[in-house]
């Protein structure tokens, strides 16, 4: 599922700034949607609960931009604006 991919990716680097910086864990993170990325913010958040179970990133709050633009460069992205962490 693509969505599932999108989310591992962004745990993926949310783990590795949390490890990076040598924090305990993400407090919080904030992506923004592509116009075109096919996925709407709440459908986002589910798959986004879901999948931090477990990880540094659980519990932490979700901030979720959503462009208007389909001719944006990056309209069919999800891109990690910034990440919160707790060291």
Known sequence: M??????????HRLEAAARDAGAERV???????GALSQMSPEHFREHFDAEVRGTVAEGATLTI???DDPAASDA???VLRSVELEV
């Not at 693509?2 to 745990?11: F, K, P, Q, S």
């Not at 407090?27 to 949607?33: D, E, F, M, Q, Y």
């Open 2 to 11: 693509h969505e599932t991919g999108l989310i591992h990716n962004l745990i």
């Open 76 to 78: 069919l992205s999800v």
């Open 27 to 33: 407090s919080g993170a904030t992506v923004w949607l």
């Open 65 to 67: 931009e959503v462009s």
